[in-house]
């Protein structure tokens, strides 16, 4: 996927919250689909989410976006709880070059998962984000969404990083096995 420059509106903010799944829970509100957007961060654990057969795991440290229309479910199948951030919102509209990992991601059309990185960028970005949501002072809503922006942000280039690298290393493999070859 190529990398290039992207923007998108966000229209509010509708829940933020860490949760605790444990062994054997299941959360199957999303079957039908999603009616917003959303970013949900694995603290620890595991979470399994079914997407119409497909499965996707998020471990520690990973992040997920998950568009509105989405269906699926979630569930913990392990001894050890997942715990999570999650932040619900309504994104009004976005710009991306066709192709890239942001419209592809944006678009609903590729899922992907990053990872937090030894920063905990992520992690901290969430924390700050539930502290503003609980307290509900004066701004909150405003300072909510400046959060979502940067986790989206943070989640874009990372995703765009790790697909260019990606998508470069499999040139570079396919290239050296030729080389190999002869």
């Excluded at 605790?20 to 039908?32: G, T």
């Excluded at 795991?57 to 989405?70: N, T, V």
């Excluded at 392990?78 to 999650?86: L, Q």
């Excluded at 920063?119 to 002072?137: I, T, Y």
Aim: one cysteine or more; charged letters at 25%.
């Amino acid at each position: 996927a190529e990398v290039s420059d992207f923007d998108l509106s966000l229209s509010e903010v509708l829940l933020v919250h860490r949760n605790r799944f444990v062994q054997n829970f299941h959360f199957n509100d999303y079957r039908s689909g999603r009616r917003m957007d959303g970013l949900v961060l694995c603290v620890s654990g595991r979470g399994i989410f079914d997407f119409d057969g497909e499965r996707q795991e998020l471990l520690a440290g990973q992040m997920a976006f998950l568009p509105s229309g989405s269906a699926y479910a979630v569930r913990c199948e392990d001894a050890r709880p997942f715990v999570h951030y999650t932040v619900n919102f309504r994104l009004s509209g976005f710009e991306a070059a066709e192709g890239t990992a942001a419209w592809q991601i944006l678009s609903g059309e590729r899922r992907f998962v990053c990872n937090d990185g030894e920063d905990g960028r992520f992690e901290a970005c969430m924390e700050r984000l539930l502290s503003l949501w609980q307290a509900k002072r004066n701004g909150y809503r405003v300072m909510a969404k400046a959060a979502v922006y940067e986790l989206m942000g943070l989640y874009l280039a990372s995703a765009g990083r790790a697909l260019r690298d990606g998508e470069g290393y499999g040139k570079l493999r396919a290239a050296k096995r030729l080389l190999d070859e002869e």
